[in-house]
């Protein structure tokens, strides 16, 4: 019997062995899948976190050309506001002097004195204007021009083609590239109709 049972014991023995072996086996074959599947959802978040960081440094790159842009246009056109708001005094000194006729001038030498001295104001206003590259717009005869004009009225016209500016109320002007102010004009429509 003493031979049974250690044969018994042992064989016990070898069956827990070999059930401690294979559970030890599927306990290492699950870490295993646990850590594959952990490295893979690792992977896939640090390529995540690598994706979003690539787009965040693209948007920030993106943000510093534009700022750049936007700062050197603000200062190639520093002066927009200014020239704008000095538009007007042109306006009355050219309305100025055209108000007053030659007949006016030769019968009264101190209407002569101011009509000289406002030509000689506007002249200086435009020659500073021009140094700071703030130019008149041409209008008066050639084709309207929608991008750069603005159309107040439309009128039959004799000899101006139709789709051409007859006059002015408004001079246009550009600063540098960039529109200042759109010329407000009278477009002619075209000959008028016989009657």
Excluded: C, W
């Excluded at 003493?2 to 072996?21: A, C, F, P, R, V």
């Excluded at 295993?32 to 994706?51: C, F, G, P, T």
């Excluded at 006059?167 to 246009?172: P, T």
């Amino acid at each position: 019997m003493n031979g049974n049972t250690n044969d018994n014991g042992h064989e016990l023995q070898e069956d827990i062995e070999m059930t401690g072996t294979a559970e030890d086996a599927a306990g290492e074959e699950q870490v295993e899948r646990n850590v594959d599947n952990e490295l893979a959802v690792a992977l896939e978040e640090v390529a995540a976190l690598k994706d979003r960081m690539l787009r965040l440094a693209a948007d920030s790159e993106n943000f510093k050309k534009r700022m750049e842009r936007e700062r050197v246009a603000g200062l190639k056109y520093a002066g927009e506001q200014i020239f704008r708001e000095m538009l007007p005094v042109v306006d009355n000194l050219e309305r100025a002097i055209s108000q007053i006729s030659a007949d006016m001038l030769a019968t009264d030498k101190n209407l002569a004195a101011l009509h000289e001295g406002v030509e000689l104001t506007l002249k200086s206003l435009l020659t500073t204007l021009d140094k700071f590259e703030v130019k008149p717009i041409d209008s008066v005869g050639l084709p309207f021009d929608p991008n750069m004009q603005e159309a107040l009225t439309m009128e039959p016209h004799e000899t101006v083609p139709a789709s051409h500016v007859v006059s002015e109320f408004v001079k246009g002007y550009y600063y540098k590239d960039r529109l200042l102010r759109p010329a407000r004009v009278i477009v002619s429509s075209g000959k008028p109709a016989a009657q």
